[in-house]
């Protein structure tokens, strides 16, 4: 069975500053990751996703995330925070074999002025 | 831009009675799924719906539920007689390709408030 598992809450930091919000992953066979982002009251919104080749993708409103196999991890990346990405950001991992997405606890990303 | 669309966007009923919840997905999108989230916390998979029939469901997914695509545009899911806990926001999604390799896209939620 396919699992995620965000180990933060909450990440704080601010507005400027790189911003990491973290993910892990199990599956059976190989991974297709995803991240997802949700503002309040509002539905889930698709901000990137790794399926194969390269292990870094670059997604929406200048996100990346990070694939390593070795790990189990993808985390999510950003260079520069605003306090706009503030947000709710979830993990979400698909075993090749099925159809379901699976999500992690979601983490809450708070940027500061 | 297409988007998926939800009706209502809030409904408040009391225990026991039934509920239905709509869809309308992206028109050309063959995948549709149901999740709920219960108060902003973790988005729990309830099923998936392919070629008119559920490809797969979660232990959620009891006989208190159901899908059904009553024509070529909506996908509804109904709760046969609602507990208190099913109170959560439900949202539906939809993919494109066959291949699991798509993103869902999903719509805005439905908040459900069972008294």
């Known amino acids: 069975a396919q699992s995620v598992a965000q180990p933060e809450d909450q990440v704080n930091v601010a507005e400027g500053n790189p911003l990491t919000v973290k993910c892990t992953y199990s599956?059976?066979?190989?991974?297709?990751l995803f991240w997802y982002v949700q503002y309040p009251n509002r539905g889930l919104q698709f901000l990137l996703k790794y399926i194969t080749g390269d292990n870094l993708v670059k997604g929406s409103y200048g996100f990346e995330a990070e694939f390593n196999k070795s790990q189990t991890s993808f985390h999510l990346k950003k260079p520069s925070a605003l306090v706009s990405d503030s947000a709710l950001y979830f993990c979400a991992v698909r075993d090749r074999g099925f159809q379901k997405l699976v999500f992690g606890t979601g983490t809450r990303l708070l940027v500061s002025p | 831009e297409p988007e998926v669309t939800q009706t209502p966007s809030h409904q408040v009923t009391q225990m026991g009675q039934e509920v239905i919840l709509r869809c309308v997905p992206i028109?050309?999108?063959?995948?549709f799924y149901w999740y709920r989230q219960i108060l902003g916390q973790k988005v729990e998979f309830l099923v998936s719906?392919?070629?008119?029939?559920?490809?797969?469901k979660s232990e959620i997914f009891d006989d208190q539920f159901s899908v059904e695509r009553p024509d070529g545009s909506n996908f509804t899911l109904k709760i046969r007689s609602t507990k208190l806990e099913d109170s959560a926001m439900y949202f539906c999604?939809?993919?494109?390709?066959?291949?699991?390799?798509?993103?869902?896209?999903f719509g805005e939620g439905s908040r459900l408030t069972v008294l």
């Open positions: 028109s050309n999108h063959l995948y």
């Open positions: 719906f392919y070629n008119n029939e559920i490809s797969e």
């Open positions: 999604a939809s993919k494109a390709e066959t291949a699991n390799t798509g993103e869902l896209f």
């Open positions: 599956v059976s066979g190989n991974p297709y």
